[in-house]
């Protein structure tokens, strides 16, 4: 990857490009297909011609405001914001001190997660710190590989490894994965972004998997190497399971705590999305970790799961695509729920 031709900033500082923007929070309808200017390339940074952008709930939580957080919690950006992280696509430019990529290389990124920064996704130009970066899988395409950043990442920091020292803001202690060889694993909404890689990952290590999901889901579950499938919709696996290793929760919330009573003492729950949750003395009482993480950007991990996806350990299942002009669609089909895998936006060449 040494950069042998040094291009630079091969698009002119004001010209501009398409962009999904909002000028206000709300739903779907504030999103708007427009002309934005392209961000000046920083130091450190690669610009991307975007081909496709993967959907996250954290798109349709900052297009509404963060509404279900105290105030204090609520982001303060400055309008218009662009949306998104994952993005999936093709060096265009670099800034002066870029070593390991080139202009022409295809890539992918979760960028600027946690964080916020002018350049997001929902555009035809993204720019990427080099550190969020990561050659893209070469056998699997742009739709597909937009699919994996954030998902994947969330499965693979909760389950192998978190990757960073940065403070935990949803707990005092930093998370720490468990061991999954030989283990029995519940995934409570296994067929959506986060829940079918992290069935992946599950299998991949050796583990039995109990997937719960609605009852479209399970062919694919089942294909993807679920053991058994609990329908949620007709079955509480809560009132059914019992010596669980290991729940990991991807709808979370204030119910996760009714699994707590499937796990073995020693075992873990680990809710993806853990506010609300309220029952750590019933937890300890049980002698049961509880334990989340919030997803970070990092290049170095998407390298490696790069290799996963190129040998296809991990499939990357697509939900639904739009072109990057119907942004407002695709956030009217994730709100209708029962998510497939994942929701992609597509970006004409
Ligand atoms: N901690 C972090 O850093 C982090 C990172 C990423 C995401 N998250 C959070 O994790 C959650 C999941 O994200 P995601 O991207 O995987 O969302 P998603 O793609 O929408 O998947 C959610 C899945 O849950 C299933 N589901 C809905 N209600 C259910 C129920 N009552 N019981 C069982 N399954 C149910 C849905 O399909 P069916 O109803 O058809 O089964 C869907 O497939 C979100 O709340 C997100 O904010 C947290």
Same mark, same amino acid.
């Given at each position: 990857m040494?950069q042998s031709n040094k291009? /630079?900033?091969?698009v002119e500082?004001? &010209?501009?490009?398409?962009?999904v923007?909002q000028h206000?929070?709300?739903g779907p309808?504030?999103l708007v #297909?427009e002309?934005a200017p392209?961000p000046?390339?920083?130091?450190?940074e690669?610009?991307v011609k975007?081909?496709?952008i993967?959907?996250?709930?954290p798109d349709w #939580?900052?297009?509404?405001g963060?509404?279900?957080?105290?105030?204090?919690?609520q982001? &303060?950006?400055?309008?218009?914001i662009?949306?998104?992280?994952?993005?999936? *696509?093709?060096i +265009?430019?670099?800034a002066? $001190?870029i070593?390991?990529?080139?202009v022409?290389?295809e890539? #992918?990124?979760m960028?600027?997660?946690?964080? #916020?920064?002018p350049?997001?996704?929902y555009?035809?130009?993204v720019?990427?710190?080099?550190?969020e970066?990561?050659?893209?899988p070469?056998?699997?395409?742009h739709?597909h590989?937009?699919g994996a950043?954030?998902?994947?990442?969330t499965?693979?920091?909760?389950m192998?490894?978190v990757?960073?020292? +940065?403070?935990?803001?949803?707990?005092p202690?930093k998370?720490?994965?468990?061991?999954?060889?030989?283990k029995?694993i519940?995934?409570n909404?296994a067929g959506g *972004?986060?829940?079918?890689?992290?069935?992946?990952i599950?299998?991949?290590k050796g583990?039995?998997v109990?997937?719960?999901?609605?009852?479209?889901q399970?062919?694919?579950l089942r294909?993807l190497?679920a053991?058994?499938?609990?329908?949620?919709?007709?079955t509480?696996?809560?009132?059914?399971?019992?010596?669980i290793d290991?729940?990991i $929760?991807?709808?979370g919330g204030?119910?996760?705590?009714?699994?707590?009573?499937?796990?073995k003492p020693?075992?873990?729950?680990?809710?993806?999305?853990?506010?609300?949750f309220? =029952?750590? =003395?019933?937890a300890? /009482?049980?002698g049961v970790n509880v334990?989340?993480?919030?997803?970070?950007?990092?290049g /170095?991990?998407?390298?490696?799961?790069a290799?996963?996806l190129d040998q296809e350990i991990?499939r990357i299942v697509?939900d639904?695509?739009?072109?990057?002009?119907q942004?407002r669609?695709?956030? +009217?089909?994730?709100?209708?729920?029962?998510?497939?895998? &994942?929701?992609?936006?597509?970006v004409?060449q």
């Amino acid at each position: 990857m040494q950069q042998s031709n040094k291009i /630079k900033n091969m698009v002119e500082k004001d &010209k501009t490009m398409k962009a999904v923007r909002q000028h206000e929070f709300g739903g779907p309808e504030v999103l708007v #297909y427009e002309d934005a200017p392209i961000p000046e390339l920083n130091k450190g940074e690669v610009r991307v011609k975007v081909h496709a952008i993967g959907l996250n709930p954290p798109d349709w #939580y900052l297009r509404e405001g963060y509404k279900m957080l105290p105030p204090e919690w609520q982001p &303060k950006v400055p309008f218009p914001i662009i949306l998104g992280t994952d993005i999936s *696509g093709v060096i +265009e430019s670099v800034a002066d $001190d870029i070593e390991d990529f080139s202009v022409g290389d295809e890539v #992918y990124s979760m960028v600027r997660f946690p964080s #916020y920064g002018p350049s997001r996704a929902y555009a035809e130009y993204v720019n990427v710190p080099v550190s969020e970066l990561a050659l893209k899988p070469a056998g699997i395409d742009h739709v597909h590989t937009a699919g994996a950043p954030m998902s994947l990442l969330t499965a693979w920091q909760f389950m192998i490894e978190v990757g960073h020292d +940065e403070p935990n803001p949803l707990q005092p202690n930093k998370h720490v994965p468990v061991p999954l060889e030989g283990k029995t694993i519940m995934i409570n909404g296994a067929g959506g *972004g986060v829940g079918h890689f992290a069935l992946q990952i599950a299998k991949w290590k050796g583990a039995k998997v109990i997937a719960v999901a609605s009852g479209r889901q399970e062919e694919l579950l089942r294909e993807l190497g679920a053991d058994e499938f609990i329908d949620y919709t007709k079955t509480n696996a809560d009132e059914i399971l019992k010596d669980i290793d290991l729940v990991i $929760d991807t709808v979370g919330g204030a119910n996760t705590g009714r699994f707590l009573k499937i796990l073995k003492p020693g075992g873990s729950l680990f809710p993806i999305f853990p506010l609300g949750f309220s =029952d750590r =003395d019933e937890a300890e /009482k049980l002698g049961v970790n509880v334990s989340a993480t919030q997803v970070r950007s990092d290049g /170095k991990q998407l390298s490696e799961l790069a290799a996963l996806l190129d040998q296809e350990i991990i499939r990357i299942v697509i939900d639904s695509t739009f072109p990057l002009a119907q942004a407002r669609q695709a956030h +009217e089909r994730a709100a209708l729920g029962h998510i497939q895998g &994942k929701i992609v936006l597509t970006v004409d060449q």
